[in-house]
């Protein structure tokens, strides 16, 4: 075989491996942290720009940031039907929620 051909055969072999690699499909990100609360309430929650989206046996809620907090990591988040606190307590794992309709508020801490 002619050296240059074999270069080419070796270039279109890195190309289409890299090619194949980006179709492997996204990497499995970590895991939503898990919040069990009082009243039987679990739920995940991931953090998305200015929105804490919550999946749980309630459904799905996406909540949105809110004014105020004590501190960056003490964060407030709403939507009509809940309130959320995250970011309380000394290691910063526990939040409250709130369901203002029923009323009811639980403590929660994360996993």
Same mark, same amino acid.
């Given at each position: 075989?002619?050296?240059?051909?074999?270069?080419?055969?070796?270039? $279109? %072999?890195? $190309? *289409? *491996?890299?090619?194949?690699? %980006?179709?492997?499909?996204?990497?499995? &990100?970590? $895991?939503?942290?898990?919040?069990?609360?009082?009243? &039987?309430?679990?739920? +995940? #929650?991931?953090?998305?720009?200015? +929105?804490?989206?919550?999946? &749980?046996?309630? *459904?799905?809620? #996406?909540?949105?940031?809110?004014? %105020?907090? +004590?501190?960056?990591?003490?964060?407030?988040?709403?939507?009509?039907?809940?309130?959320?606190?995250? *970011?309380?307590?000394?290691? &910063?794992?526990?939040?409250?929620?709130?369901?203002?309709?029923?009323?009811?508020?639980?403590?929660?801490?994360?996993?």
């Amino acid at each position: 075989m002619k050296p240059c051909r074999a270069a080419l055969l070796f270039i $279109a %072999g890195v $190309a *289409g *491996g890299a090619l194949l690699a %980006g179709c492997a499909g996204p990497a499995a &990100g970590p $895991a939503a942290p898990v919040y069990h609360c009082e009243h &039987g309430i679990t739920f +995940t #929650v991931r953090f998305i720009d200015d +929105t804490a989206i919550l999946d &749980g046996a309630r *459904g799905r809620d #996406v909540l949105y940031r809110d004014a %105020g907090g +004590t501190s960056p990591a003490h964060v407030f988040y709403s939507n009509p039907r809940m309130k959320a606190e995250f *970011g309380l307590g000394a290691t &910063g794992r526990e939040a409250i929620v709130r369901y203002p309709l029923l009323p009811l508020a639980a403590r929660c801490a994360r996993d």
